[in-house]
């Protein structure tokens, strides 16, 4: 479904250094669904702006208004939680953000701090704008809806041509070309600005207007800009010839929106470098390929900027014919990644038989560690398959179904599905202890289904020298999370290895962090803690840096939060070697 355009008028007046007038476009919606991408189930909608919170006629005043979409009681922090801080931290920190990173705990934690209306600290500054920082955090991380949300409530936007370029790159990438080809019209000093002159290229390029494309084109190389892929893409659309196109190179919005316009794909190594939010755009555009929209939708989901039921929509969405649907289990073996897992879960849907629908889901979660989409799978399969009882003709998948329902957040089942996999004897010991931790992890100690005298005889009591320096990671988060450990434990784990390889955050940092706390610095003890997850998220920290910020953010009141931050780290680190304990399984099972 592309955008439709009505072109200017013959004759009509023009400025070749303007958008073309008159083009009107429609937002771009995915089927069935209506959603836009980059939405957000929890984005704001009516904002309002407190009257008297900026000036319109002062530039610095825009830029750096005390605005947001959440308040303390709509999801959002207190207004003065940056009462205490320095605005040069918060210049420093705000890019370093990390909003697109596989934990959803992080990145809703993030999208919280970014649009909580807050009063800025005042206090010496570079001169940068932290309103134009939070809006590019915004687009980075896919949450588009949230950018045109949050600019929206600058009445002067086109004062500030930064600014308003991200907003109208938010407008581009949900199909919304009227409204982002309207601000290029009317912002003001948009021939400084590359981005703007490559809005208003495309601008020119999508109405038609094809020299006056080629003469804003002739701008940006003039001011030195070197974009072979760009100019390449602006050539294909005023020429209609068929350019080779470059496949590796840094993507941009803007080169999104012009494949989008032109239907085709940036190439395998460009998405393999393409920042994680510009997936939602492609997921949610018909224009490109059916199975690229299905890998883009699955890596949306994954950043939490894509609903689940959006997923289940174009899966459900995909064509199969009746042979491939009718041996689902030998036919995904000859399909892309992303329609194999769409075959399996057409094949679930409809099963009725016990052992056939276990041999399904035993497929599906098996693809699904090898691709890296676990939890996502995860989140798409549950609604089929969460009525099921945990029984005997699902033993061979019952610490799957365990593991799905407890990333779910349905502790009883899950205990119910781990007790299963206990006595099924299809399970490596060591898969059980995982299990173990994870359900210790998700849930608070009152709410486990063993008591709380039991981890002395599981989590290290009785594990080889080997095995323990294995789970000295998990060990440890738990004993941060309140989980007594034997004390022989402890003392054994002194003798494994003095250094951890786990990514170490800047001592600097932590030391800031600690100073924010003891401070009452709230948005800056936030910001610090998030930062130090990195865009890598927390599965990539060591667990003293992990047990280091859950502290600082349970000492903020976001102990549930930081709760889910660690499930979410040690979950990340299971999978990560699920696939080879998959393959160890098998091998035991089999006598191998």
């Not at 399904?360 to 098996?366: E, G, H, Q, S, V």
Request: charged share 20%.
């Amino acid at each position: 479904m592309a955008p439709a355009l009505l072109f200017a008028q013959e004759g009509e007046e023009r400025d070749v250094t303007g958008p073309p007038r008159g083009i009107i476009g429609k937002p771009l919606t995915s089927p069935s669904t209506g959603a836009t991408p980059g939405s957000s189930p929890s984005s704001p909608n009516g904002a309002s702006m407190r009257k008297g919170s900026i000036q319109i006629d002062r530039l610095s005043t825009i830029t750096d208004a005390n605005v947001g979409l959440l308040t303390e009681g709509s999801g959002g922090f207190a207004r003065d939680m940056w009462s205490g801080s320095e605005r040069a931290v918060l210049e420093a920190l705000l890019p370093k953000l990390p909003i697109a990173t596989p934990s959803h705990a992080v990145n809703d934690l993030s999208r919280r701090l970014i649009l909580t209306t807050a009063v800025i600290p005042s206090g010496t500054t570079s001169g940068a704008s932290l309103l134009e920082m939070r809006l590019q955090r915004l687009l980075d991380g896919g949450r588009y809806d949230d950018v045109i949300g949050l600019a929206g409530q600058i009445p002067a936007v086109n004062d500030s041509p930064r600014i308003a370029a991200i907003k109208a790159q938010a407008h581009l990438l949900i199909g919304q070309v009227t409204e982002a080809c309207s601000l290029a019209q009317s912002v003001k000093d948009a021939t400084e600005n590359t981005i703007w002159l490559k809005i208003r290229t495309f601008c020119f390029a999508a109405a038609g207007e094809n020299a006056a494309a080629d003469l804003t084109a002739g701008l940006l190389r003039d001011q030195g800009l070197q974009d072979d892929a760009f100019n390449a893409l602006v050539a294909r659309i005023t020429t209609g010839a068929e350019i080779d196109l470059l496949t590796d190179y840094q993507v941009q919005p803007i080169h999104v929106v012009m494949h989008g316009h032109l239907g085709l794909s940036p190439g395998d190594k460009a998405l393999e470098t393409m920042p994680p939010g510009l997936f939602a755009a492609i997921a949610a555009d018909e224009r490109f390929d059916g199975t690229l929209r299905l890998n883009s939708a699955l890596k949306a989901e994954r950043i939490g900027v894509l609903s689940v039921e959006t997923l289940a929509t174009l899966f459900d969405a995909v064509a199969f014919s009746e042979d491939v649907l009718a041996k689902p289990l030998s036919n995904a073996d000859n399909q892309d990644d992303a329609r194999a897992q769409a075959l399996l879960y057409r094949a679930l849907k409809v099963s009725t038989v016990p052992s056939a629908s276990a041999e399904l889901m035993r497929k599906a979660f098996t693809l699904a560690q090898a691709q890296g989409t676990y939890e996502s799978i995860a989140r798409l399969y549950w609604p089929v398959v969460r009525g099921l009882a945990a029984s005997s003709a699902y033993a061979s998948v019952s610490l799957d179904m365990a593991r799905v329902a407890v990333i779910n957040g349905d502790q009883t089942s899950a205990f119910s599905w781990f007790d299963l996999a206990r006595q099924s004897g299809q399970v490596l010991t060591s898969e059980l202890t995982d299990m173990r931790v994870l359900l210790a992890a998700a849930a608070s100690s009152e709410q486990l289904a063993w008591r709380a005298a039991e981890p002395y005889e599981w989590l290290g009591m009785g594990m080889s020298a080997e095995a323990l320096n294995r789970r000295i990671h998990e060990i440890l988060v738990l004993e941060g999370l309140g989980y007594p450990i034997a004390r022989n434990t402890s003392v054994r784990m002194l003798k494994g290895d003095s250094h951890s390889m786990s990514q170490s955050v800047s001592p600097v940092l932590l030391a800031r962090l600690k100073s924010a706390l003891v401070g009452r610095r709230e948005g800056e003890a936030i910001l610090l803690s998030l930062v130090a997850l990195g865009e890598g998220g927390p599965a990539s920290l060591s667990s003293g840096t992990l047990v280091e910020v859950f502290g600082a953010l349970a000492q903020l009141g976001l102990h549930a939060e930081g709760r889910r931050i660690l499930f979410d780290a040690l979950a990340a680190g299971q999978l990560d070697a699920a696939h080879t304990a998959h393959i160890l399984r098998d091998m035991a099972l089999s006598g191998e």
